[in-house]
């Protein structure tokens, strides 16, 4: 057989494939014997399947299958096309091909330039191997030709049209098969021939191929492949779905450019030149007429030079002109001028706040230092500590309008990733600078009144520490060149006066606290409030409730009643809350026309604000063996508070209730020593403290206390009940008492004294050394309360216990009466 030679003048072979698809045609089938057996050469196929009637190309490389192909051309006979079960066996036996194969025509071979040989071949009847007869020099085979029916019933027919509906929505959306091959599958009448050209149309995996292949019923074929059709018809599909999308957005960007180029020409043709172009020449004018350092205006150049050798589509586009807005924005060199005038600060924030002595005098004295020397770069850095509503961020406002300065505030409460406080690096999408340059650009000057609330809510986690990050910030010695990480420039806060807010100091990490300066607001006692009230808080809700045309007016004591029995809080908030509810119940009673009340006063409350909230304690009202009364200090003032003592028959244990925290169960146990130290000159017997138990316990036992100025109150109590002797019930004492009597200095005396007052108590008893905690003390509680300081337990029992013993104090049996009784 001649072999096909390259032309290159036509540039075509010289067999068509016409003529070679003709040769196929031309091979007749074997005729079978009375068995419908015959005997034919085999071609072992790897990794493909070939099905009856179709044509397809296939490769020739084996040695024993070019022979066997070869010897079929030659006799112009078929040949036996086998799929083998493993395509990596180069020599298959007998056992290694599958059942069922095809008779085959093998066409013309073509040499292929590795080597091998190329040749058409013609599927023509399904066959089932029988027995091998050769094995040398190629695989001669008996096969059993398989009939197939050529007439569908009803049900046949059926799925033989779902086939093609399937068929021609694959044909419409894969643009690999022909048309013509839809119109080929309408003219095939019969079920098998259908399924088998479909399945060799579709682009099916070689296992599907082969479950096919196998399937000897046409109907369970049509079925499978109907399975397939379905599967192929939503991939190709979805295929459809994306080619669309992705067209769609090539037409756009494509029309989109076209659009500009035009839009360049015509800009060029009217001499108004490129808009891009002029934009980067606008912001380059930006950055040249902005006041900005050498630093940050040789970077903002730098980027716009980045900016015009960039497309105008690049992505990077948007993030350099951002940036370059940040640095021509924020202000590099705008400095506000301060008001260092020490009188109109004086004024202004003794118009607007009441109290907060050492605040006040902490403003004043750097507005006074500055005004001696205004070149002074270092700003304070304070921290105003104190519980809630006591005027902390309203002081920083009047700060800042004292100054004349800016103000911006900043609340830090939950704040847990560090790029909160210095910002993202520009390599992520949608970076921006931390809360710290925000505030300064949005603030407009170097130099404003920078507040940070809730400094003490920072917390940490895996996106890192903010507060630690504030290190830089509030530490005059490195702020002056602020790093934040978006910005990456030097930033310089230390022109800034940062102020800070806490309401307690135990959450703040101590590095950051050491560089604050503490100045503490303690809670609002009953006189500030009433004070506070008439001065601000009356005044704004009668103009807020649309009534300050009335002139309603609150008496003091209707003010100290809603003080004491409405609210119960250090600050002033609450307090706002319940004159707002009286203005507003008097704003109704105007609006309906009804008469209303022109003065608040004590006995009317009931009626405007219900019945009463807070029960504050009491001083005792007779005198009492095993009770004292003592001082103690809340967030929301001081309290007196009880302390009782009860001394029964047990084994000798000392028992502590009403929620004591440790510190003040140790002051109890203190105390009791004390007392076992002194049982001869307080004449109690020793024995009292084998054969009976003593309990103390504190009222309010859903109250957590906890402290060691309770420690003298508890010894009073208890040498009360073990010598019989009652306590004075005027007096009121606060200390901490030491194993040998001594009374060492306790906090929070001012409220303590004002709590003793408010209660009714006449007499106090403080240590020595909290003398000089009176100096803030009002004039009236000073003048109706007589305050006795003491420096030993023996002081303390000479004023407050009775000189006479008002019941039997408890004694224990002997122990030769015990045993008389037994």
């Not at 010289?14 to 007749?28: F, G, K, N």
């Not at 079929?72 to 194969?101: M, N, S």
């Not at 169960?665 to 009976?692: H, P």
């Amino acid at each position: 057989m001649s072999q096909p030679h390259w032309n290159e003048e036509e540039d075509n072979f010289d067999v068509t494939l016409s003529q070679r698809t003709e040769e196929l045609y031309r091979v007749p089938n074997m005729e079978p014997n009375q068995e419908g057996i015959i005997e034919a050469a085999v071609l072992p196929l790897r990794d493909l399947v070939i099905f009856p009637r179709m044509v397809s190309p296939i490769f020739v490389g084996r040695e024993a299958s070019l022979l066997a192909v070869q010897e079929a051309q030659k006799k112009e006979q078929t040949i036996i096309g086998l799929t083998q079960r493993d395509p990596e066996i180069e020599e298959p036996g007998a056992e290694d091909f599958l059942p069922i194969g095809v008779e085959m025509a093998v066409g013309r071979l073509l040499n292929m330039p590795d080597g091998s040989y190329s040749a058409l071949v013609q599927g023509r009847r399904r066959v089932e191997v029988v027995e091998f007869i050769r094995t040398k020099p190629y695989l001669k085979a008996r096969v059993r030709i398989l009939p197939e029916p050529t007439v569908a019933d009803k049900n046949t027919q059926a799925l033989m049209r779902t086939v093609l509906d399937q068929f021609d929505r694959c044909v419409q959306l894969d643009r690999s098969i022909p048309e013509e091959a839809h119109l080929f599958a309408l003219n095939i009448a019969e079920p098998g021939w259908l399924a088998d050209m479909v399945a060799t149309s579709l682009s099916l995996n070689y296992e599907a191929k082969l479950r096919l292949l196998l399937t000897l019923d046409p109907k369970a074929r049509l079925a499978q492949l109907n399975t397939l059709l379905a599967q192929e018809v939503d991939v190709l599909e979805l295929e459809d779905e994306i080619h669309l999308r992705v067209q769609n957005e090539v037409d756009k960007t494509q029309r989109e450019f076209y659009l500009r180029e035009q839009m360049k020409q015509i800009q060029t043709e009217l001499g108004e030149g490129d808009i891009f172009a002029r934009d980067a020449v606008d912001i380059k004018k930006k950055v040249e007429a902005a006041d900005l350092p050498d630093e940050p205006k040789r970077i903002a150049l730098k980027e716009v030079e980045r900016l015009n050798q960039m497309p105008p589509m690049a992505p990077e586009v948007g993030i350099i002109r951002t940036y370059i807005d940040w640095i021509v924005d924020l202000p590099w060199k705008n400095v506000s001028a301060d008001n260092l005038d020490v009188k109109n600060a004086a004024k202004i924030l003794e118009r607007e706040h009441y109290g907060l002595k050492k605040a006040k005098e902490r403003i004043l004295e750097y507005i006074a230092v500055r005004s001696l020397k205004p070149k002074k770069e270092r700003q304070p850095i304070l921290c105003f500590y104190g519980p809630p509503g006591v005027g902390k961020t309203s002081l920083g406002r009047s700060i800042a309008d004292a100054l004349g300065r800016k103000f911006v505030r900043v609340s830090l409460g939950g704040v847990r990733d560090e790029a909160e406080i210095r910002g993202h690096r520009r390599t992520y999408i949608g970076a921006l600078p931390g809360r710290i340059i925000q505030t300064m650009k949005r603030a407009g000057t170097a130099n404003p009144l920078f507040m940070l609330d809730e400094i003490d809510k920072l917390y940490s986690d895996f996106r890192g520490d903010p507060a630690s990050a504030m290190l830089e910030a509030l530490d005059p010695e490195q702020n002056y060149a602020f790093s934040d990480h978006y910005l990456e420039i030097p930033f310089d806060l230390s022109k800034v006066m940062f102020v800070t807010t806490a309401n307690s100091l135990s959450t703040i990490p101590a590095p950051l606290l050491d560089r604050m300066e503490i100045i503490e607001f303690p809670g609002y006692i009953e006189e500030e409030k009433v004070e506070i009230a008439n001065r601000y808080l009356v005044p704004r809700q009668l103009e807020e409730n649309g009534i300050d045309g009335i002139n309603l007016k609150f008496e003091e004591d209707a003010l100290r009643k809603i003080v004491r029995e409405y609210t119960y809080e250090a600050g002033v908030r609450n307090l706002e809350r319940e004159i707002s509810r009286v203005s507003r119940k008097v704003a109704r009673m105007k609006a309906e026309a009804k008469k209303f009340p022109t003065t608040i006063v004590a006995d009317g409350l009931d009626k405007l604000l219900g019945p009463q909230q807070i029960f504050p304690a009491e001083a005792e009202r007779n005198d009492e063996v095993g009770v004292a009364t003592g001082l103690a200090w809340t967030e929301n003032g001081g309290e007196i508070m009880a302390v009782e003592v009860a001394v029964i028959e047990g084994k000798g244990s000392l028992q502590m209730t009403g929620q004591m925290g440790e510190v003040m169960q140790e002051s109890g146990q203190a105390a009791l020593t004390y007392i076992k130290s002194r049982v001869a000159a307080l004449k109690i017997d020793m024995d009292v403290f084998e054969r009976f138990d003593i309990h103390v316990h504190m009222p309010e036992g859903g109250i957590p206390k906890d402290g060691p100025s309770a420690g003298i109150t508890m010894a009073t109590a208890i040498i009360s009940a073990l010598t019989g002797r009652a306590v004075l019930k005027h007096v009121g004492m606060t200390g901490e008492i030491t194993l040998r009597g001594r009374i060492l200095p306790i906090g929070g005396v001012r409220e303590k004294v004002l709590a003793a007052h408010r209660s009714g108590l006449k007499t106090v008893l403080l240590p020595e050394k909290n003398l000089k905690d009176l100096v803030d003390l009002p004039k009236t509680a000073k003048s109706e309360l007589k305050i006795i300081p003491v420096k030993h337990m023996d002081d303390v029992l000479e004023i407050a216990l009775s000189k006479h013993v008002t019941i039997e104090p408890p004694k224990p049996k002997k122990r030769n009466e015990e045993a008389g009784e037994e």
